[in-house]
């Protein structure tokens, strides 16, 4: 019997042929998901760069990112029953982890730092299916999101279905920023990308690669804590 070869898990690499030999997935089958050449995973050399990180989360939805990138955490994310089994709290309603970072609503930040879900602050959303809720930081979507309002989003899994003219917070390799999305005027195939804008008035539109894009979510409900004192 022939034995199986264990990868190297303290690499990207590693780790992405490990996820492909579980889920018996060839890398020619793997390439044409991805739309890239069928020596692309062995040809890695370093890491993924965002535009193909964003494709993977795509195509392969159930693969935890954390893992994949960081090597932090299991290698696959709950099944959306397991996960809606147990994250349902019969009184309260759907119980979805709080991230520790901010959706900036000013300009973007310097970087994005990476989040383990498990390490959240848990809270109730009123919404079902949600991934996880974000609190806005800043107010260039003021007067309709107020700095410090609770988002619960859903990340978009086809951007063939973008909500365009719609809010949503985009995850990018230069920070969490929550925004009107547009399509550009004029396309460019060399350099992809959206135009970001603020409902205040007084902030300029963003113009926004897609290769930083890591993802975009959805809102699908927000909450405003309003201070009586």
Same mark, same amino acid.
């Given at each position: 019997? /022939?034995?199986?070869?264990?990868?190297?898990?303290?690499?990207? /690499?590693?780790?992405?042929?490990?996820?492909?030999?579980?889920?018996?997935?060839?890398?020619?089958?793997?390439? #044409?998901?991805?739309?890239?050449?069928? #020596? $692309?995973?062995? &040809? !890695?050399?370093?890491?993924?760069?965002?535009? /193909?990180?964003?494709?993977?989360?795509?195509?392969?939805?159930?693969?935890?990112?954390?893992?994949? *990138? $960081?090597?932090?955490?299991?290698?696959?994310?709950?099944? &959306?029953?397991?996960?809606?089994?147990?994250?349902?709290?019969?009184?309260?309603?759907?119980?979805?982890? *709080?991230?520790?970072?901010?959706?900036? &609503?000013?300009?973007?930040?310097?970087?994005?730092?990476?989040?383990?879900? &498990?390490?959240?602050?848990?809270?109730?959303?009123?919404?079902?299916?949600?991934?996880?809720?974000?609190?806005?930081?800043?107010?260039? !979507?003021?007067?309709?999101?107020?700095?410090?309002?609770?988002?619960?989003?859903?990340?978009?899994?086809?951007?063939?279905? !973008?909500?365009?003219?719609?809010?949503?917070?985009?995850?990018?390799?230069?920070?969490?920023?929550?925004?009107?999305?547009?399509?550009?005027?004029?396309?460019?195939?060399?350099?992809?990308?959206?135009?970001?804008?603020?409902?205040?008035?007084?902030?300029?539109?963003?113009?926004?690669?897609?290769?930083?894009?890591?993802?975009?979510?959805?809102?699908?409900?927000?909450?405003?804590?309003?201070? #009586?004192?």
């Amino acid at each position: 019997m /022939k034995q199986q070869r264990n990868y190297d898990l303290a690499t990207v /690499k590693g780790r992405l042929q490990t996820f492909l030999r579980e889920r018996n997935i060839t890398q020619a089958e793997f390439a #044409t998901l991805m739309g890239v050449s069928p #020596t $692309y995973v062995g &040809a !890695m050399r370093r890491g993924l760069s965002t535009a /193909k990180a964003s494709r993977l989360a795509e195509v392969f939805p159930e693969l935890n990112r954390d893992w994949l *990138l $960081y090597g932090q955490g299991e290698m696959l994310n709950e099944s &959306a029953d397991e996960a809606a089994e147990a994250d349902l709290d019969e009184e309260t309603g759907t119980v979805v982890p *709080l991230l520790p970072v901010q959706a900036f &609503a000013g300009n973007l930040q310097a970087w994005s730092k990476p989040v383990l879900l &498990a390490d959240c602050e848990k809270i109730i959303s009123p919404v079902s299916p949600v991934d996880f809720a974000i609190r806005i930081s800043g107010d260039s !979507m003021e007067p309709e999101f107020a700095d410090g309002t609770t988002l619960f989003v859903r990340r978009i899994t086809d951007r063939n279905f !973008m909500p365009w003219g719609h809010p949503v917070v985009i995850d990018s390799s230069n920070g969490v920023i929550f925004k009107l999305i547009y399509p550009p005027e004029e396309r460019d195939d060399d350099d992809p990308w959206i135009e970001a804008r603020s409902l205040n008035p007084r902030y300029p539109p963003l113009r926004i690669s897609t290769d930083t894009i890591l993802g975009i979510y959805r809102v699908c409900a927000s909450i405003r804590i309003y201070n #009586t004192i």
